[in-house]
């Protein structure tokens, strides 16, 4: 009699932690549906940021809600536009306590949108108004080329983090600025767009919840699967962080990309590079490349990502670097505001600007748009009195770039890539006031560089980029 008294309890008792963890974990229920006509549409992948499940044929999707979670987001299916509210993209709902359903509607695509354009920047960083009045006028006049250069393309933006800078009353002023862009633009969140109040990680992306939604999510247009993750970590203490991407992500990644068929592009989007180019060029075996915060779990992201094949698109440097390593292609982008714009490059020499990346189906060619400049300005070219050589900094160079120079009309063939530090930069902060220890140029190895004879009035350098496009920018010596 004793034991069966037990064994009731202890069934109850289970019995009760099911019922509470179902009250907790409510269910919620959806249509997601063409708008206009409101056809429901089959196969769209719905997610809390833990589960992620598909809707039926009708549309319809239902799932009971982790405890932890704020929202209720879709990844929007190729085919269709990405929803979005003066460009913001609106691809989720907050979660309500008395509230059940939540439905969707989207537009299809007017065009074919496995052929469409990425725009990826990073760190616009704007830490005052005066900042944010340049980030204002920037996104205002210098993404016009690519509205012009792919008028009847889709479109599509990821900032890679570092929106603001601590500031977060800046996000009102961020928001205009993405709507003078003028496509729907995804937001990343950096280290500088967490709130420092919060005690632990899980409450530093308060604000940016509010203003931009989850911080992690994914999309799709045409063949290619888009993740973004929050890989900066908050230590709790003012402005300390390292990359790091928490368990939480990790699992849904997994959910995330169970959906999405072998072998298939994935562009993933952060703001900490998971790792930096460290082959050297010879002879600069003892010079030490810029280091910086890794993210240290990256092996377990990597393990994830094995099946496909991957481009990850990130900023936080204020360099660029560009690389491949086993299945992943590395795209780290130069900050939008260069150093705080406080001058006209990066700390490794690049001008402010952005990446584009046209996408046909699966395959992605890219190149670097600076800020005012025709899309042929992809190097920077200078003259070194002391040793007669000629120096290229060609900041989007990948190991599959040919340079090469031509001297009076006379082929010098390929220049010798180096470790250093742009002329431009170097000159430019050797005149900044005392006072300003973070504003210095770093070591990059995307310079390139050839002598020439003391008679020679006349260079061209000439740049191949990976996929045929020829570049050429001149020098007059003398």
Request: hydrophobic share 40%.
């Amino acid at each position: 009699m004793y034991k069966k008294v037990q064994v009731v309890l202890v069934f109850s008792g289970l019995l009760m932690l099911v019922n509470s963890a179902m009250a907790q974990s409510r269910l919620i229920t959806g249509i997601v549906s063409q708008q206009f006509t409101k056809m429901g549409i089959a196969e769209v992948a719905v997610t809390d940021g833990f589960s992620v499940v598909k809707t039926n044929k009708k549309g319809a999707y239902s799932f009971y809600a982790h405890p932890d979670a704020d929202f209720v987001y879709l990844t929007i299916p190729a085919g269709y536009q990405i929803p979005a509210d003066r460009f913001l993209p609106r691809f989720y709902q907050r979660l309500e306590p008395a509230r059940k359903k939540y439905n969707f509607e989207l537009l299809k695509e007017a065009v074919d949108d496995s052929h469409h354009i990425l725009v990826v920047g990073a760190d616009p960083q704007p830490a005052n108004a005066e900042a944010a009045e340049k980030w204002s006028r920037f996104s205002k006049d210098y993404f016009k080329p690519v509205l012009a250069a792919y008028k009847n393309l889709p479109k599509v933006g990821l900032l890679c983090g570092d929106i603001v800078g601590d500031d977060l009353t800046l996000f009102a002023n961020h928001k205009k600025s993405v709507e003078q862009m003028g496509f729907p633009t995804f937001q990343v969140l950096g280290n500088h767009d967490e709130d420092y109040d919060a005690r632990t990680d899980e409450g530093s992306q308060k604000t940016f919840r509010a203003n931009f939604g989850p911080e992690y999510y994914s999309f799709n247009k045409g063949s290619i699967h888009y993740v973004v993750l929050d890989n900066v970590f908050y230590q709790g203490m003012h402005s300390r962080y390292m990359g790091y991407v928490t368990e939480r992500q990790l699992k849904w990644l997994e959910n995330d990309l169970s959906l999405v068929p072998v072998g298939s592009t994935v562009i993933v989007a952060v703001h900490i590079s998971f790792e930096y180019d460290r082959e050297k060029p010879a002879g600069s075996e003892g010079v030490a490349l810029p280091d910086d915060s890794p993210v240290i779990n990256a092996e377990h992201f990597y393990k994830i990502l094995e099946p496909y094949k991957v481009h990850i698109m990130s900023g936080h440097t204020h360099w660029n670097q560009a690389f491949e390593r086993k299945n992943i292609f590395h795209h780290i982008h130069g900050a939008i505001c260069g150093a705080w714009w406080g001058g006209e490059t990066s700390f490794d020499g690049a001008p402010l600007g952005y990446a584009v990346y046209e996408i046909r189906k699966d395959s992605i060619s890219w190149y670097f748009q600076s800020a005012g400049k025709d899309r042929n300005h992809q190097m920077q070219l200078s003259y070194e009195d002391s040793t007669g050589a000629v120096i290229a900094n060609v900041w989007n160079w990948d190991a599959k770039w040919k340079v090469e120079l031509v001297a009076d009309g006379k082929n010098m063939g390929e220049m010798t890539r180096f470790i250093g530090y742009s002329p431009v930069m170097a000159a430019y902060y050797q005149s900044l006031p005392p006072g300003q220890p973070w504003m210095k140029p770093v070591l990059t190895a995307h310079l390139f560089r050839t002598k020439v004879n003391k008679t020679v009035k006349q260079v061209v350098v000439k740049v191949t980029d990976r996929f045929g496009t020829v570049y050429e920018e001149f020098l007059q010596l003398r």
